[in-house]
T-cell receptor
């Protein structure tokens, strides 16, 4: 099955700076890579996703890049704000099962005012 | 408003007791999922259902059971056979498989006392 590793586990940034979270995956046939944001006491919410036929995708201050050759993808948050403080999870689809996502262990992001 | 609702938010159970967690969605989604979340770990799939009257085991199904008698509902029973049931449980739904956006509920925190 798919194995997803996520780094770093914690990240503290000054407000206004950028934050980068990296994930690697093992199954070269994976084709869908979502990123979820989870605020304290709540369920995760999709913030951006990318499919294997695209190398980069942006949505305002958030961007995701995918390197299929190296089997890694990254989340970039620019101009961080206090409301960006949360736990972020990356995930990768499993090629052998259309209903399975493998999640990374999560990154706790703290934006310092 | 469309969404996915889990209840209760907090649940306490005595050892040896079965307990059922509720999950209801009004998004008209075919697929529903149950995940378990432990500190420092990603989400792990317990069970999923592609369609009414069908469900499949995920990666950590032992000690859990589910039913899918209605499209809107996917309850999870944590049985006494689950050796370490204290965790945060998340229900999700998606229009189709894992390659489409998953919408999560607010979660149920189960504590065994």
């Amino acid at each position: 099955g798919e194995n997803v590793e996520q780094h770093p586990s914690t990240l503290s940034v000054q407000e206004g700076d950028s934050a980068v979270i990296k994930c690697t995956y093992s199954d070269s046939a994976s084709n869908y890579f979502p990123w979820y944001k989870q605020e304290l006491g709540k369920g995760p919410q999709l913030i951006i996703d990318i499919r294997s036929n695209v190398g980069e995708k942006k949505d305002q201050r958030i961007a995701v890049t995918l390197n299929k050759t190296a089997k890694h993808f990254s989340l970039h948050i620019t101009e961080t704000q206090p409301e960006d403080s949360a736990v972020y999870f990356c995930a990768a689809s499993e090629a052998a099962n259309d209903y399975k996502l493998s999640f990374g262990a999560g990154t706790t992001v703290t934006v310092r005012a | 408003d469309g969404g996915i609702t889990q209840s209760p938010k907090y649940l306490f159970r005595k050892e040896g007791q079965n307990v059922t967690l509720s999950c209801e969605q009004n998004l008209n989604h075919d697929a529903m999922y149950w995940y378990r979340q432990d500190p420092g770990q990603g989400l792990r799939l317990i069970y999923y259902s592609q369609i009414v009257n069908d469900f499949q085991k995920g990666d950590i199904a032992e000690g859990y059971s589910v039913s899918r008698e209605k499209k809107e509902s996917f309850p999870l029973t944590v049985t006494s056979a689950q050796k370490n049931p204290t965790a945060f449980y998340l229900c999700a739904s998606s229009k189709q498989g894992a390659n489409t956006e998953a919408f999560f509920g607010q979660g149920t925190r189960l504590t065994v006392v």
